[in-house]
């Protein structure tokens, strides 16, 4: 038998690590001196283009069991780039990979005809297929890589609410809705934080689905829909259409439409701002639900002549109740009339028609200043909602008041942000103020059930519960030429069921084409939303079916 040399295995494990670290420093020459220009270059380019230290925080929606549904996230893709300093023929190479990549030649001419530059990216977010595609044809002067992005799930309508990661002077940063409001958060140094929403994603998917084809069927240029809980500022669904798609914003040419209609847009709402006149009507001792006036079908105001939109129909003495049930300007007239000027604005403005509502996303106030001339006519167009501006969040949150008891709440978006260190900071539930007694919410709210059961909401109903609304047909300032355009708004705010209210609706079309009142076009609307969450959320019917 051959004797054991321990010398043997000194020599051996000696060569060893003599290997190991030759083949250690071989991978250090080849990564810090011969990809030196290139790993220089992708580092660059992931610091120009990340501005951030650890992953971005993801957004979620939930659903009525806190099941996540997510609405932004990190996701890796694939990208392709180059090496133009290993190109031998920029335009060879630019026609062979040109169809693959679907880029014009002359794009990628360019782009490969760099001669000092070592890394270069082609295309970003590209599929298997393609990465496949070139790592067939192993040309040394392109490679594949990996980075995570902002990645949206489609099918939410919820590109102007959620905003999008963008670039700015410092990196990136984000832009529009959720992504600007809580960027901090979203993007911290150390510990970034995930949103959980109060959307509701099956509410904002079947109303995102509503507004898309309620656009589509009266060929309107827009329209959005906002899903509220009344009594505490939960937005249930935000939803609005065009919008835009949030993985290719670069793509988009009208900046505009970045815009989130429900908060940033103001209009003239017309006739459904009438509950908060009757309101205050009815707060202030004016009127009562059963005071009646003479309808004549107009009334003079100074040197103007205002009307009804049918003038000549229902005439004669009518109640309050009458003048909601069927939409009177002549009778939200009479009220405003009733009421010191002073004690009218006042009201207007603790309703905070021209105020912001301190919902989490940026949004522009109101404007009720027509009425700081003190003019006459100024006051009585203003009790059928003409001459002063409201956006959607700001007249959802007035009639919020009415539904819950006379109570102004601050919409919100987001109900809890959770940091990645496990701390969590939920959003309080702020009462901003007491508008109207519960007494005064209670009788509006009897007027404006008789609104869906005898008036201008009567395609709202739904067997078994018990809804309260009210209809608004405006008319467009021509802001050209003075007075008002050929075309108009219709917006119809609902909430149900209306003594217990769970959930209230703004649903509204701009410019809707083939009808010219909003009950044939966004009270339908609301129906099938109605129905949808009663079923979905298990609401008991609290009337008997007849």
């Known amino acids: 038998m051959k004797k054991y040399n321990p010398e043997n295995r000194i020599i051996v494990l000696i060569f060893a690590f003599a290997l190991l670290g030759l083949l250690i420093w071989g991978r250090f020459f080849y990564l810090s001196i011969i990809l030196h220009d290139h790993y220089t270059a992708k580092a660059k380019n992931i610091s120009d283009n990340s501005g951030v230290a650890v992953p971005r925080g993801s957004i979620f929606l939930t659903d009525k069991n806190n099941l996540p549904y997510a609405a932004a996230l990190n996701k890796e893709f694939s990208f392709i780039y180059a090496i133009p300093k290993k190109v031998n023929d920029p335009v060879e190479l ?39 595609a070139i790592k067939v044809l192993k040309e040394p002067a392109l490679g594949v890589d990996n980075e995570t992005l902002r990645y949206y799930p489609e099918g939410l309508n919820l590109s102007q609410v959620i905003g999008f990661l963008g670039f700015n002077k410092n990196g990136q940063a984000g832009q529009y809705g959720l992504e600007e409001y809580y960027d901090e958060e979203l993007s911290g140094l150390f510990s970034s934080a995930d949103l959980i929403l109060t959307i509701d994603s099956a509410i904002q998917i079947k109303a ?23 009594k505490n500022g939960n937005i249930l669904a935000m939803a609005s259409f065009p919008e835009f798609d949030a993985n290719n914003y670069s793509a988009v040419s009208d900046k505009n439409i970045f815009m989130n209609p429900a908060t940033l847009k103001r209009y003239e709402p017309g006739s459904v701002f009438k509950p908060l006149i009757m309101a205050i009507g009815i707060e202030t001792g004016a009127v009562t639900p059963e005071t009646e006036y003479y309808n004549t079908g107009s009334v003079k105001v100074a040197d103007r002549t205002m009307s009804n939109s049918i003038p000549d129909k229902i ?23 009733k009421i010191p000027k002073d004690i009218f604005l006042k009201y207007l403005k603790d309703f905070g028609v021209d105020s912001k509502t301190g919902i989490d996303v940026a949004e522009m106030s109101g404007d009720i200043s027509p009425l700081l001339t003190g003019r006459d006519v100024n006051y009585a167009t203003a009790s059928f909602g003409q001459g002063v501006a409201v956006t959607p969040i700001e007249l959802l949150r007035a009639l919020s008041a009415v539904a819950n008891g006379g109570k102004l709440i601050r919409p919100h978006l987001v109900s809890k942000v959770v940091f990645h260190d496990g701390k969590t900071s939920e959003t309080d539930e702020i009462l901003q103020a007491r508008i109207v007694s519960p007494e005064t919410s209670a009788k509006l709210v009897n007027m404006l059930v008789k609104v869906i059961e005898n008036g201008s909401g009567r395609r709202a109903q739904v067997k078994g519960y018990t809804i309260a609304g009210k209809t608004g047909t405006a008319q467009i300032p021509d802001l050209k030429n003075g007075g008002y355009l050929d075309e108009n708004i219709h917006t119809f705010v609902a909430f149900a069921p209306a003594y217990d209210p769970r959930f209230i609706a703004l649903i509204k079309l701009d410019s809707p084409r083939g009808s010219q009142f909003s ?18 959320l298990e609401i008991p019917p609290d009337k008997p079916v007849e």
């Not at 693959?100 to 082609?122: A, G, N, R, T």
């Not at 076009?521 to 609301?526: E, S, W």
């Not at 129906?527 to 009663?534: D, G, P, Q, S, T």
């Open 94 to 132: 630019a026609k062979k990979i040109a169809p693959i990549l679907e880029l014009e030649e002359s794009f990628l001419v360019q782009k490969l005809s760099k001669k000092d530059d070592p890394y270069e990216i082609i295309k970003r977010k590209v599929s298997d297929t393609v990465v496949d």
């Open 208 to 230: 995102g689905t509503l507004i898309v084809d309620a656009v589509k069927a009266w060929s309107a240029d827009s329209g959005s829909i906002i899903v509220m809980n009344p």
């Open 315 to 337: 005439l004669g003495w009518q109640t309050m109740t009458m003048v909601l049930e069927q939409s009177l300007n002549t009778g939200a007239v009479f009220v405003q009339q």
């Open 519 to 536: 009950e044939s076009t966004v009270v339908p609307v609301f129906k099938n939303l109605a129905e949808f969450i009663f079923n979905y």
